[in-house]
């Protein structure tokens, strides 16, 4: 029963390095989506995927940023070359499908990244 | 670009008062319009949500009402109280469940 889970929950790093945000959804939730919030913002939508391919990636900001989800379940967010500008709160989402009718998104407690 | 506009960012109202909470969206191909509360540190949480079809939903003490033809919704909160203290967001939702968010409202209960 438990809800989305991401880790780590905080991760500080520097100008230039690599990193990696992992999301697990809900079990049996096929679809899952990560948002970015930055400050005092709402969430703005980064990309989703719909088992294993991803099904819409248009709010990627650049080419550093890119994520898989080679199992349908766990999800990797990866940044590359990291930028000061990157610092938000990526927060992950999974809802039990996506399509024509909504399903509830339910969103995990999101990851704060610190980019120094 | 931002397509879905919330305000205020931030509101103050005594415990047992109304907060009102507006949005407006561009976008004519949103279908479904939830609203989320979100507290310091967590996610959002889904609280209430519309289709374009109905003009109001009521659920305990929250309310959207919403204006097609406008192209605008509002959610009200009566009886506030201190635990509703929280950031509260709109959304508008494309295809594909991708969502849309407000900027945020900030709302404080004072007790």
């Known amino acids: 029963g438990a809800g989305v889970s991401q880790t780590p929950s905080n991760k500080v790093t520097e100008k230039g390095k690599y990193v990696e945000l992992r999301c697990d959804p809900i079990s049996g939730h096929t679809a899952l989506y990560w948002y970015r919030q930055s400050l005092g913002q709402g969430p703005e939508f980064l990309i989703y995927?719909?088992?294993?391919?991803?099904?819409?990636d248009s709010g990627l900001p650049n080419d550093r940023f890119f994520a898989v989800r080679p199992e349908g379940s766990v999800s990797t967010l990866k940044i590359q070359r990291t930028e000061r500008g990157d610092s938000a709160v990526y927060l992950c989402?999974?809802?039990?499908?996506?399509?024509?009718?909504?399903?509830?998104?339910?969103f995990g407690p999101g990851t704060r990244l610190t980019v120094l | 670009q931002q397509q879905v506009k919330q305000s205020p960012q931030s509101l103050i109202v005594q415990k047992g008062g109304i907060s009102i909470i507006n949005c407006a969206y561009e976008?004519?191909?949103?279908?479904?319009f939830p609203w989320y509360q979100q507290f310091p540190g967590k996610g959002p949480a889904l609280l209430i949500a519309?289709?374009?079809?109905?003009s109001e939903k009521k659920e305990g003490r929250f309310t959207i009402s919403f204006n097609k033809s406008a192209k605008q919704f509002s959610l009200h909160i009566m009886d506030s109280q201190p635990g509703d203290s929280a950031t509260y967001f709109c959304a508008a939702r494309a295809a594909g469940n991708k969502l849309t968010f407000g900027g945020g409202t900030r709302v404080l209960v004072k007790p």
């Open positions: 519309i289709r374009p079809d109905v």
């Open positions: 989402a999974s809802s039990l499908t996506a399509g024509l009718s909504y399903n509830e998104q339910f």
């Open positions: 995927f719909q088992g294993t391919g991803a099904a819409d």
């Open positions: 976008n004519t191909a949103f279908d479904y």
